[in-house]
């Protein structure tokens, strides 16, 4: 037996839909503007890249109906609505033919970002980390097993802050589909059993300001939605 010099920490999970079960999460990659419009919206082109990523620790996860505090260093807390892949199987240099076998599941997602510190970084030329990977940063709803949703190719994607609608698409118009985004990462990092992937948000992001509700809903996999309250 181990003898650590420090107690364990909790090991990060989410919940299954319709089990009592949950899904250990290991790691949590997101794919950057992988909806042509949003990408535009950010001041890019969407036709001059291949998908790029970057992460948050997994235990930045957050469960729907949850509350939480406002982010310190921040004025601009931004949502955005994302369709979150499960990975059940690892591997490397996963062909793209095969590349949903290693699904386990889909669930909806919301990848909180502070935006202006998002923009420093970019001005500067510096990585995005204390953008996208701070506390309570990644909102993800309960998990659909593949035996139970398949893998959907069409679903409509919305987000709402209070009500008021803010984001809504197809999980169609991503410029990386599902199977590309896992081919691809594979080759760049050896995915594993427990690994999240968050697949990009469509144009429309926006603020949430302390007091505000923000949900995100997929067509057949259910919602994501936390309130946040003031800081601290």
């Known amino acids: 037996?181990?003898?650590?010099?420090?107690?364990?920490?909790?090991?990060?999970?989410?919940?299954?839909?319709?089990?009592?079960?949950?899904?250990?999460?290991?790691?949590?990659?997101?794919?950057?503007?992988?909806?042509?419009?949003?990408?535009?919206?950010?001041?890019?082109?969407?036709?001059?890249?291949p998908p790029f990523f970057f992460t948050k620790p997994a235990d930045a996860l957050v469960e729907d109906g949850a509350t939480i505090a406002y982010p310190p260093a921040t004025?601009?807390?931004?949502?955005?609505?994302?369709?979150?892949?499960?990975?059940?199987?690892?591997g490397a240099d996963i062909p793209e033919d095969r590349a949903l076998s290693h699904v386990w599941g889909y669930a909806p997602g919301n990848d909180l970002t502070r935006r202006d510190l998002q923009a420093e970084a970019k001005a500067a030329r510096r990585p995005w980390d204390m953008a996208k990977a701070f506390?309570?940063?990644?909102?993800?709803?309960?998990?659909?097993?593949?035996?139970?949703?398949?893998?959907?190719?069409?679903?409509?994607i919305r987000c709402t802050v209070n009500g008021a609608l803010r984001q809504e698409a197809d999980i169609a118009d991503m410029i990386w589909p599902v199977a590309g985004?896992?081919?691809?990462?594979?080759?760049?990092?050896?995915?594993?059993?427990?690994?999240?992937?968050?697949?990009?948000?469509?144009?429309?992001?926006?603020?949430?300001?302390?007091?505000?509700?923000?949900?995100?809903?997929?067509?057949?996999?259910?919602?994501?939605?936390?309130?946040?309250?003031?800081t601290g």
């Open 135 to 156: 506390d309570a940063s990644a909102v993800c709803g309960a998990i659909v097993p593949v035996a139970r949703c398949g893998h959907p190719a069409r679903a409509t």
């Open 1 to 49: 037996m181990t003898d650590y010099a420090l107690p364990l920490p909790p090991q990060p999970s989410v919940a299954i839909a319709g089990s009592a079960a949950r899904f250990p999460v290991r790691r949590i990659f997101c794919v950057g503007r992988n909806y042509a419009e949003h990408a535009r919206e950010m001041g890019n082109d969407p036709t001059k890249e």
């Open 75 to 90: 004025r601009d807390l931004h949502h955005e609505a994302e369709l979150v892949i499960a990975i059940g199987t690892g």
């Open 181 to 230: 985004i896992i081919a691809h990462l594979s080759r760049l990092v050896t995915l594993a059993p427990g690994d999240l992937i968050y697949t990009g948000t469509p144009a429309g992001v926006g603020a949430i300001a302390p007091g505000e509700s923000c949900v995100v809903e997929i067509a057949g996999l259910g919602r994501a939605g936390v309130t946040v309250t003031a």
